[in-house]
């Protein structure tokens, strides 16, 4: 089984279904990977962009997305690097509309134990310690 990296592009056809081309070839290509011919890997770089293309260009809510990719990532043919970090900032997306990669640095401050420096109060009541820019 070889390993696969996959893009944003072919996250955005597999959840959206909106390519006639594309969308059944981002299926099947992971129908291939749960029959085991491919372990496909997503970077959060590429779950970042996802995430904002679906929230800025295609305008779904930010929950919306957090739920759609935590459920994709439930499938055991895709893996995500720093998968426990990107679970958590999915998660947090859920409570609080949050681009991904501002959650992702908040998962990353709470599970290191390390604070976040920030100028908003809008991190308040995630769970990361604060160090507030002045």
Partial sequence: ???????????????RGDHPQHSPRARAFLEQAEQGVYSLQISPVMLAETAAILTDAYGHPVKDVAEALLKLLTNPALQAQEE????????????????????????????????????ASEYKGLGAALVRVE
Wanted: no cysteine.
């Fill in 84 to 119: 426990s970090l990107v679970l958590a900032a999915l998660e947090l997306m859920k409570q609080k509309p949050l681009p991904f990669s501002v959650a992702y640095t908040v998962a990353q401050a709470k599970t290191s134990g390390q604070a976040l420096a920030a100028y």
């Fill in 1 to 15: 089984m070889s390993k696969v990296w996959v893009d944003s592009h072919w996250v955005l056809r597999l959840l």
